[in-house]
Every structure is written in structure tokens, then in C-alpha cells.
């Protein structure tokens, strides 16, 4: 009996083709996924069989480690970065660049191999938070930014603008009595 193998059940990474995980003639352990009656069709799975990787992804990749990996997929929030194969983290957009990114698209693309940051790891909810940005030096700020970014000495106010001590401030809303809008005070 034949049966078909998809390429989406070969490996718990991705595939681009079969031949990256079997070749012609080989015996291979797989699982009987459905069996068509009607057409005779076979489903199978070999990657049912493997060691799901998220079970040592935190030994592998623990938090805090940098590692080397390939962005998989660009979504509006961020990228997916395959870490080993079979897991992926997400870099989110503010995480991708010390600049401003409004898109993924205008850092990374698929198929970029990026080195990153593990910010954290969840290998039970098979979630892993990784970062470019931090895994980058900082950049350098131009003179502005030092100048800008430096506390600024207050002057202090005119002696015709300071409060003379002793006695209440005059003007104002409730200095009128307040019956502008029909209240008394």
C-alpha cells in the first residue's frame, strides 16, 4: 500500500521540499493519519513520530542567550524567527530596530538570518519572545540628542512674577465672586 506523506507532515520545522527530510527507497517510521475509504487514499505523518522540539527548547534556548536564526514570517506586529528547528519566536515590531518601525517588511524579510535575543521562553504555551534590537549595540546619539537629552538649569521668574508672600492670590474666576455662570460663593 501507497500512502501520501505532505510536506506539511513531514517536519515539525518548515520544508521547502521532501528531499530535505527523506530520499527515495528509504524506511521511514510514520503515522497513519486518515484513511480515505472512498478514494482509497492514505494520509501519513512523520513528524507525529519525532520529539516534539519544544520539550528542551528552554535548555537549548534559554533565556537571555543569543542566537542565530532565519525569520520564517512578516506579520503586522512583528516577525517569526525559527530559532532550531521546529521553533519559532516572535520579534515584535518594537523589538525589531532602535529606530521607529511602523512594518516588519522595513527591517527584516523572509528568509534573513538575524541574530537575536531570548527574552523569554514558554515551552509549555510553545511561545518564545525574542529581540534584534537588543541583541544590537545602542547607537550613538548626534550632539542635539546629548543636548536634548541633558537636565536643563530653570531660570528663575522676574521678581515682578514671583508670589509676595503674605496674603492670597487676586484675579481670577473666584476673585469675581464666581456668579458668572449663576453660582455664589
Known amino acids: 500500500m ?31 493519519e486518515r484513511v480515505d475509504q472512498a478514494t482509497g487514499r492514505i494520509s501519513l505523518s512523520y513528524r507525529e513520530m519525532q520529539e516534539n522540539p519544544w520539550t528542551r527548547a528552554a535548555e537549548k534556548v534559554p533565556r537571555g542567550a543569543m542566537v542565530r536564526g532565519k525569520v520564517r514570517k512578516l506579520m503586522d506586529f512583528g516577525a517569526f524567527v ?47 519572545s525574542l529581540s534584534i534590537k537588543q541583541a544590537l549595540p545602542a547607537p550613538e546619539k548626534t550632539a542635539s540628542e546629548k543636548r536634548e537629552s541633558e537636565p536643563q538649569e530653570v531660570a528663575p521668574l522676574p521678581k515682578k512674577l514671583r508670589q509676595k508672600s503674605g496674603g492670597p492670590l487676586k484675579g481670577g474666576w473666584a476673585a469675581s465672586g464666581g456668579d458668572q455662570f449663576g453660582l455664589k460663593w
Not at 14 to 19: I, T
Not at 97 to 114: L, Q, Y
Open 2 to 32: 501507497d500512502g501520501l506523506l505532505h510536506v506539511s507532515k513531514a517536519e515539525l520545522g518548515q520544508v521547502e521540499h521532501p528531499s530535505e527530510i527523506v530520499k527515495e527507497g528509504q524506511a521511514v517510521q510514520v503515522k497513519v
Open 82 to 128: 525559527e530559532v532550531e528547528p521546529g521553533v519559532e519566536g516572535l520579534v515584535h515590531v518594537s523589538e525589531l530596530s532602535h529606530k521607529r518601525v511602523w512594518r516588519a517588511s522595513d527591517v527584516v524579510k523572509e528568509g534573513d538570518e538575524v541574530e537575536v535575543l531570548v527574552l523569554s521562553v514558554d515551552a509549555e504555551a510553545q511561545r518564545m
